[in-house]
């Protein structure tokens, strides 16, 4: 086994929360107890229902967040000691609407460009070395540089979002829901791009998705949260034959049966 990259260890994290005018405030436990380990080279998914935690966990391990209790070491070192900045240039978000993730005021040559400037102090000439070998692995036309994001398609959109995150080469990519926002067609383009730059880059992901059918595509392990807990992790096959909670169960026979491929499948072969 590689050894672990991410190690969230027994985090818990609670939310105040106004209950209303008369009413006195009160406590939500968004993450109860999580402990999850991500693997050098892995595509992790974390699935689960709505309000389950998800995000909450992957703001803790982008540092975006910090834990109520316990503690997410990356290769060893708390995330809550490392630097923002060079925590950032290891670890690096795709979120789902690539809209609103992009700044409609700024060109994609800018919205490229600004990891290189806040993660790498890099010099002009070698940023714009590294934007052309970005959009040439990415296979974007130099034209795209000078565009807004309004006027590019979404799945163009999350190019650019993935150009942004792998510009400054971090080593873990945190994806919450990178194709929901997506065409049927362009999510399978898009993943499939996400999967050739693994390899490319020698990425980890951690993939959150709702969609077990997306992630029964790319992921090697997937991790079933519930109520702000880590309820299994197992690969698909296991989660398939041998589910340890109903919950998983439920989750598994909303993605199947399948008795015709999916639109979706139809669309990776
Ligand atoms: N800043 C906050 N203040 C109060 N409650 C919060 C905050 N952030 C999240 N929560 C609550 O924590 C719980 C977990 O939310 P979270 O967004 O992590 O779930 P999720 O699984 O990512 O959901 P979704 O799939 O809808 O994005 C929810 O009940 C949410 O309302």
Redesign the pocket.
């Known amino acids: 086994m590689t050894p672990p990259l991410m190690d969230v260890r027994r985090v818990s994290?609670t939310?105040?929360?106004n209950r209303g005018l008369f009413r006195p405030s009160g406590t939500?436990e968004?993450?109860r107890d999580v402990s999850l380990t991500l693997y050098r080279g892995e595509i992790l998914a974390l699935v689960?229902?709505?309000?389950?935690?998800?995000?909450?966990?992957?703001?803790i391990m982008l540092g975006l967040?910090r834990p109520t209790a316990g503690d997410v070491l990356l290769d060893g070192t708390s995330v809550g000691t490392i630097p923002r900045r060079r925590l950032a240039a290891r670890v690096q978000p795709i979120f789902?609407d690539p809209y609103s993730s992009l700044n409609p005021y700024r060109t994609v040559r800018q919205i490229i460009e600004m990891p290189l400037i806040v993660n790498k102090r890099m010099s002009a000439p070698a940023r714009r070395r590294a934007i052309a070998d970005i959009l040439d692995i990415l296979r974007m036309p130099r034209r795209t540089l000078e565009a807004y994001p309004s006027q590019m398609s979404g799945g163009q959109r999350q190019r650019v979002a993935i150009a942004r995150a792998l510009i400054a080469r971090p080593e873990i990519v945190i994806c919450?829901?990178p194709t929901s926002a997506l065409d049927v067609s362009v999510q399978a383009q898009v993943l499939n791009l996400l999967m050739d730059l693994r390899a490319e880059f020698n990425l980890t992901y951690l993939f959150?998705s709702?969609d077990l059918a997306v992630v029964e595509y790319i992921a090697d392990r997937i991790a079933v949260?519930k109520s702000?807990e880590i309820v299994e992790v197992d690969k698909y096959d296991g989660l398939l034959r041998n589910p340890k909670t109903e919950y998983t169960r439920t989750l598994i026979s909303s993605t199947l049966p399948v008795p015709e491929m999916s639109a979706f499948e139809q669309t990776c072969v």
């Open positions: 994290r939310f105040r929360v939500l968004a993450l689960g229902e709505s309000g389950s935690g998800k995000s909450t966990l992957s703001r967040d789902q919450d829901e959150i709702h949260m702000g």
